[in-house]
């Protein structure tokens, strides 16, 4: 089968900006090309020998995606390019322009996995794709399983780092925890792992559900501790009450800044009272506009983090 792959010409300091907004519209397959260089940092977490040489960084970069061979290809092509400039305000998106090819590749989704390995989230936690394996692992070491699907979160992502970040600084044992657009589940599945009471998470995506669950069986996690459901909790107050009122003691909710604060409005019906909101997914240039919602939402911003041109917020309730 013939599959049409689009090239998105942008610079690197849109990549993961666009990445994000096309896992959203439901794009799949993403792949990035640039020339830049990996930190000592990120090096320190991959568990990789040899290292390719690369170009000098030039800023420029593309994401490279593939359309289902059903959908109408140049409608789907007219909204990506319409979401992308959209993000001119807020990043430079260089010339945002699209080149067709075809591959024969039928298994392209999959092929991502050969360049996916173990990585270090802390010293003390790993995140090891399911078909991999890791030698010698330290025996105050955490190892999550992780097979992310066509649902978005690795964990590799800044945001995802810094809301496990935060989730380890602040969970206790024994508490109940809710994530909001749980993509691949992982953290939930992160809190159940270090001791969370029980869990539940909602993606409007049912193919995120799916991969959610698959993820905590994996772990060991059992169904009695870890409730995974589809809807949606800003829109539909219905659902709100299937997940929970006043239940929880700690809502994660990695998702846009755009998503993060008309759910600042309503989160608290689902929050136990001095309960922690942690969220991510915000880029920069939005952080005062959810430090407003937040604060007009009565949260208390006990801290703010940044890594990478994205900022995570933990508030009280």
Known sequence: ?????????????????????????????I????????????????????????????????VSFYIEPEKDHDSTLEEVLAAVRELADFVDIGDATIEKSQTEDIDWMNN???????????EHIIIKPTWETVEEV???????????????????????RLCITQLKKYMQPGQE???????SGILSIIALLLGAKEASATDVDIHA????????????????VYTVLTGDVISDADFRHKVG??????????????????????????????????T??????????????LTENEFEIMEVTHSGGWVSFTARA
Do not use: Q
């Open 209 to 224: 559900v799916e991969a959610a669950v698959e993820n905590a069986r994996v772990n060991g996690i059992e169904n009695d």
């Open 112 to 122: 991502w996995k050969k360049y996916w390995k173990p990585f270090k989230v802390d």
């Open 177 to 183: 925890v809710l994530d909001v657009g749980c993509g």
């Open 31 to 62: 792949e990035i090309e640039d020339k830049v260089p990996l930190s000592e940092e990120d090096k320190k977490r991959m568990f990789i020998d040899l290292l390719p040489d690369l170009e000098e960084d030039d800023g420029k970069a593309y």
């Open 280 to 293: 991510s997914g915000i880029i920069d240039e939005r952080e005062e506009d959810v430090r407003k919602a």
């Open 245 to 278: 009122e006043h239940k929880f003691d700690m809502v994660l909710a990695n998702i846009f800044a755009e998503i993060i604060i008309p759910l600042s409005g309503v989160v608290k019906e689902m929050m136990k009272p001095g309960a922690l909101f942690i």
């Open 1 to 29: 089968m013939k599959w049409n792959k689009y090239r998105l010409a942008t610079t690197t300091e849109a990549v993961d900006l666009i990445s994000y907004t096309l896992a959203e519209m439901g794009i799949e397959g």
């Open 138 to 160: 330290p025996e105050d070491t955490l190892v999550v399983e992780l097979d992310p699907g066509t649902a978005f979160g690795t964990g590799t992502h800044h945001t995802t």
